[in-house]
């Protein structure tokens, strides 16, 4: 399980990482999602997350660590509302140069 | 109790106010007469706290829904916090007034003000939390009113300035997730003060270093500190004019308070590392900063270096790490914000004026000729920026020089001392440009444009503070005593 999960963060940082650094912009805010869900994972993975009966109760069993988890939670609420933010930026930005190759977006630099 | 519900009153009464100001969008006299009301009732709240909080002699602390320190969310004012929140809401009141004056289109959109409250609360927030983890969600408040803001700028370059802030500080946000959890796995805490206390019991975690450093990288973002500063230029000189005078000064403050926070809170051992990266950081910040200013052709995007010039400035002084240079660092962040609104609200009313809405210099040369009173304001605050009296930025300098001198950094004294010359180059460039030199052909000045109320407003004050420096000076000074020993705030927090 913990091989696993690690290979998974690992996995998931290298593919976003890569596609931030592309030049196509849809690529990069792809990159961006999928290192917000690399993040969510190594967040999950800072508590004990393999407990075999729910938190705060009197049950018999591991329990796991709620609180990592309400933090993604919030992360992946927060995260949603950004890349809907990032995608509507850059419709009107790819409407108005007809191109997704961020070079050719250049007017900021005069 | 009573007392520790000041705490929160500076965050709740904008988001309040935010929330109401969306119901009233259409009706804009009521909306507008609103959001004003809102704000200078939340600026005297913010007075309020700050005397309660010198007077009490301790932080105060709001445990919100009565959780108890280390488990719940703790609000926390001690003087630090309590006088960055003075100078947040007091740079957005002049905010508010400019933006009621401004001829712009974005600020007749519905929910421009609501945007500009939410603004409010996030940076307030983000100020006043002890939770590691609340201070993000208030930063992503902050980051995302700023960015929608200025993506529907009247500038038309706006969205892709929005764009490429919102896409690196998404990326902080990352840095930011990514060190709460190393230093939730380390420690086992999010609480601030807790964390500080453990921190300082057992330093030798593994996971402790990249937590500082993903921490160091996130307010570095947040202040346009030198390896990340490449999207502040365009970001601040594309936002429209009352939004920008409020990013290029206090929000970059958020900045500063949390390098201000890692220092003397959370990782005081390891501070003398902290402290020579933002060193090396802020020296770099002032040359680059200044050297940019001097060679760009906008006015609004010159200010914007000097940003990064004077915040270079701050850096330096925490850097230095006496108490001395920590109280220089605090009375600076809080003069530059004064001077800086004032500056960026006067760029944007010559370019209100000018015939095409723009702030480059081949437009603006020569618009200032029939607009004597606006040099008069820029000419004063050409001097503060530059550290000449009798303005608040000569106190700063003057303490952070004094300062200087005290610390063992004389390399350091010495560059920023031979580049503070940059800041007198440029702004008395632009000042020359717009107010002295002839218009060219074509060039003339609209009859009407912005209202000068803000950064009047704000020049009596940096005048003020100026040559009645004492009250700043004093409560800087007792904010760096406190700031001296970690265990005030930590014991308040905590109890016992």
Redo the contacts between chains.
């Keep these: 399980m913990e091989l696993l999960t690690a290979v998974s963060i690992g996995l998931l940082f290298a593919t976003g990482i890569f596609q931030l650094l592309r030049r196509n912009v849809i690529r990069s805010a792809m990159g961006l999602m999928i290192l917000a869900n690399g993040v969510n994972l190594f967040l999950l993975t800072t508590g004990a997350y393999d407990g075999t009966s729910a938190a705060y109760t009197t049950e018999a069993g591991v329990h796991s660590d709620a609180l990592p988890q309400a933090l993604i939670l919030t992360a992946i609420v927060i995260s949603m509302g950004g890349t809907a933010f990032v995608l509507s930026m850059l419709y009107i930005i790819s409407a108005r140069y007809q191109t997704a190759d961020m070079d050719e977006v250049d007017n900021l630099k005069h | 109790m009573t007392m520790n519900l000041l705490v929160i009153l500076p965050v709740l009464i904008p988001l309040v106010g935010a929330v109401i100001a969306l119901l009233w969008r259409h009706k804009r006299p009521l909306r507008d007469a609103w959001t004003l009301a809102v704000m200078v009732v939340s600026m005297l709240a913010s007075f309020v706290l700050l005397a309660a909080v010198w007077q009490n002699g301790s932080p105060l602390v709001y445990q919100s829904g009565g959780w108890p320190a280390p488990f719940g969310i703790s609000l926390v004012a001690d003087m630090l916090s309590a006088l960055f929140v003075v100078m947040v809401q007091v740079v957005m009141v002049t905010g508010v007034i400019y933006a009621l004056g401004s001829k712009d289109t974005v600020v007749t959109y519905p929910a421009f003000f609501t945007f500009f409250l939410m603004l409010v609360t996030g940076l307030t927030g983000t100020i006043l939390t002890g939770d590691l983890?609340n201070l993000y969600?208030f930063a992503?408040l902050l980051v995302?009113s700023g960015?929608?803001l200025t993506?529907v700028s009247d500038d038309k370059?706006g969205?892709?300035?929005?764009?490429?802030y919102?896409?690196i500080s998404?990326?902080a946000?990352?840095f930011m997730?990514?060190a709460?959890?190393?230093l939730?796995?380390s420690y086992g805490t999010?609480n601030m003060a807790d964390l500080g206390a453990k921190v300082m019991a057992d330093g030798e975690r593994p996971l402790l270093w990249p937590g500082i450093a993903l921490l160091l990288a996130f307010f570095m973002v947040k202040s346009a500190a030198v390896p990340f500063h490449f999207w502040q230029p365009?970001f601040h000189a594309?936002a429209p004019t009352p939004v920008s005078a409020m990013l290029s000064s206090v929000v970059v403050k958020l900045g500063v308070y949390g390098f201000l926070r890692m220092t003397t809170l959370l990782f005081v051992a390891q501070a003398p590392t902290i402290r020579l990266i933002l060193l090396v950081a802020g020296v770099i910040g002032v040359v680059f900063g200044g050297l940019s200013a001097i060679g760009t052709h906008n006015v609004k995007r010159m200010l914007a270096y000097s940003t990064l010039a004077q915040v270079g400035f701050i850096l330096v002084a925490i850097g230095w790490g006496t108490q001395l240079s920590i109280m220089t660092a605090i009375v600076f962040a809080f003069n530059h914000s004064l001077i800086k609104a004032a500056m960026l609200m006067l760029a944007g009313y010559v370019a209100s004026r000018a015939s095409v809405k723009s702030a480059a210099f081949d437009i603006v040369t020569g618009v200032g000729k029939p607009l004597p009173l606006a040099g008069v304001l820029f000419f004063v605050g050409s001097l503060a920026l530059a550290g000449i009296p009798p303005t608040n930025g000569f106190v700063s300098k003057s303490l952070l020089f004094s300062s200087g001198i005290n610390s063992t950094f004389y390399w350091s004294l010495l560059l920023i001392g031979v580049t503070s010359i940059f800041t007198l180059m440029y702004t008395i460039r632009a000042f020359q440009r717009i107010w002295w030199l002839a218009p060219a052909e074509g060039i003339y000045t609209k009859p009407a444009g912005d209202n000068l109320a803000a950064p009047v407003l704000l020049l009596i004050m940096i005048v003020a503070l100026g040559i009645w420096a004492s009250p700043l000076v004093t409560a800087a000074q007792e904010a760096s005593a406190w700031l001296s020993d970690p265990s005030v705030y930590i014991q308040a927090v905590l109890g016992g």
């Design positions: 983890f969600v992503e995302i960015t929608v993506a370059f969205t892709e300035a929005a764009y490429k919102f896409y998404l990326l946000s990352f997730l990514l709460v959890g190393t939730y796995v999010l365009d594309a």
